[in-house]
């Protein structure tokens, strides 16, 4: 009935310790309320966003405003069509400010412009012919050889291509000789594509500019000249093909 070691009754309860009371930190309870409060207004606003004045999801497109209007429009495009290979492109008036464009040449294979800059006019066509079992890359160097023998390679262009079609293109340096005046340094272009059998060649001679930031991205052709060959090599409809 009582323990052997302190004599207490073993039916009796023994006493139990109790806690010391710790009181919570006031800080602690500050960072409370922060917290309760914070998560309050975040819910808020869900619920603001979410309700009936919230927030939209835009109606753009298809009802966007308009872009802005930095530089002129270009003119309506004028179709070439070659009646004796039935390929096509697209060619713009220059915009104003820009030097002047003339058509030089437009017969059933070929259309050809000039554009005048430092008292030169410098030549780029778009011709068609048979391949008769060439490559791209014989053609253009067939081009260079019999037409421009004074040319030095630059560099072969990495990609090159006519009317999306994969091709083959090459930067050279060359002497012109205008009318009146000193020799003048140019850059030759010569890209040619080859699709079921039709060469489609472009040749251009451009001003040499050196590549001194003016640009606005390297140009590694050193001439302005790519950026009016890049929209007409790319207008290029392939005989068959639906006219983009």
């Known amino acids: ?130 391949a008769n079992g060439h490559t791209a890359q014989e053609i253009v160097e067939a081009i260079q050889a019999n037409r421009f023998g004074n040319a030095k390679l630059v560099y072969t262009i990495p990609g090159a291509e006519l009317g999306y079609v994969d091709g083959y293109g090459n930067v050279y340096d060359v002497r012109v000789s205008p009318p009146h005046g000193a020799s003048l340094r140019g850059r030759l272009i010569i890209v040619v594509a080859v699709r079921k059998g039709l060469a489609v060649e472009m040749v251009s001679v451009g001003p040499y500019i050196p590549d001194d930031g003016r640009y606005g991205h390297p140009n590694p052709a050193g001439t302005p000249i790519p950026f009016l060959l890049d929209p007409l090599a790319n207008s290029i409809t392939w005989p068959g093909e639906t006219p983009r």
Not at 31 to 41: I, Q
Not at 86 to 100: A, K, T, V
């Open 1 to 130: 009935s009582y323990c052997g070691h302190c004599g207490h009754a073993l039916s009796a309860r023994l006493p139990t310790a109790v806690p010391p009371y710790r009181a919570v930190p006031p800080l602690l309870w500050a960072v409370y309320a922060a917290s309760l409060v914070l998560f309050m207004v975040v819910m808020g606003g869900i619920a603001y966003l979410l309700g009936p004045g919230g927030y939209r999801l835009p109606t753009c497109p298809p009802n966007c405003q308009p872009p802005p209007v930095t530089v002129p429009a270009l003119s309506p495009p004028h179709r070439y069509s070659s009646s004796a290979f039935g390929y096509s492109l697209d060619w713009y008036d220059p915009p104003e400010g820009y030097p002047p464009i003339k058509v030089v040449v437009q017969d059933d294979r070929s259309i050809g412009w000039t554009i005048t800059a430092y008292g030169y006019d410098w030549p780029y066509t778009f011709t068609g012919e048979p």
